[in-house]
T-cell receptor
Framework: DGGITQSPKYLFRKEGQNVTLSCEQN?????MYWYRQDPGQGLRLIYY???????QKGDIAEGYSVSREKKESFPLTVTSAQKNPTAFYLC?????????????FGPGTRLTVL | AQKITQTQPGMFVQEKEAVTLDCTYD???????LFWYKQPSSGEMIFLIY??????QNATEGRYSLNFQKARKSANLVISASQLGDSAMYFC?????????????FGDGTTLTVKP
């Protein structure tokens, strides 16, 4: 089955620690995205990548970093510089970053900072 | 810059009735796409319907239709014959072609509750 997997589903982190969220897709999509969702709110774009070895900052990139070394993988690192990292993180992909392509989402990772 | 506004934090509808969820947008791109997604309590995001800025006809997908009024910059979602399983959060989103290529912007969502 084609789709997007995110791991882990729940993640707990101590303050001051970096943590990496995994996102893998087997849909052969060129574009991948990371979003943050706070309770009762919409999705905010953290980073996106239109092609391998290239990525751009979204609206709330500070305190986060990404890499895109392989087409199918787009890991997100939440660094200690992110002041309020507790949130629900969603990864998505689309065939390409064109306005007419819908995004397919993974199941999400819920990060809690203790 | 692009912006999505959903002015209804919560909506109620009786089972089997139709409901309209509002969405207005703003963008500097002449070409863009508008999307609606459903998010059940499980957290997954489910794509519902797409409307292109140059599409002449309103999009329809089963019980979902999009009332696209370009001059008013609105893209309202209409759900016909509501079902209990439609209870969820609904998000309107857009993606531009030029200055906002690749960037997706989401609204704050509307929580829909279908009453039996």
């Amino acid at each position: 089955d084609g789709g997007i997997t995110q791991s882990p589903k729940y993640l707990f982190r101590k303050e001051g620690q970096n943590v990496t969220l995994s996102c893998e897709q087997n849909l052969n999509h060129d574009a991948m995205y990371w979003y943050r969702q706070d309770p009762g709110q919409g999705l905010r774009l953290i980073y996106y990548s239109q092609i391998v070895n290239d990525f751009q900052k979204g609206d709330i990139a500070e305190g986060y970093s990404v890499s895109r070394e392989k087409k199918e993988s787009f890991p997100l690192t939440v660094t200690s510089a992110q002041k309020n990292p507790t949130a629900f993180y969603l990864c998505a992909s689309s065939i390409e970053a064109a306005p007419y392509n819908e995004q397919f989402f993974g199941p999400g990772t819920r990060l809690t900072v203790l | 810059a692009q912006k999505i506004t959903q002015t209804q934090p919560g909506m109620f509808v009786q089972e089997k009735e139709a409901v309209t969820l509002d969405c207005t947008y703003d963008t500097s791109d002449p070409s863009y796409g508008l999307f609606w997604y459903k998010q059940p309590s499980s957290g997954e995001m489910i794509f519902l319907i797409y409307q292109g800025s140059y599409d002449q006809q309103n999009a329809t997908e089963g019980r979902y239709s999009l009332n696209f009024q370009k001059a008013r910059k609105s893209a309202n979602l209409v759900i016909s014959a509501s079902q209990l399983g439609d209870s969820a959060m609904y998000f309107c989103a857009m993606r531009g072609h030029n200055t906002n290529a690749g960037k997706s912007t989401f609204g704050d969502g509307t929580t829909l509750t279908v009453k039996p």
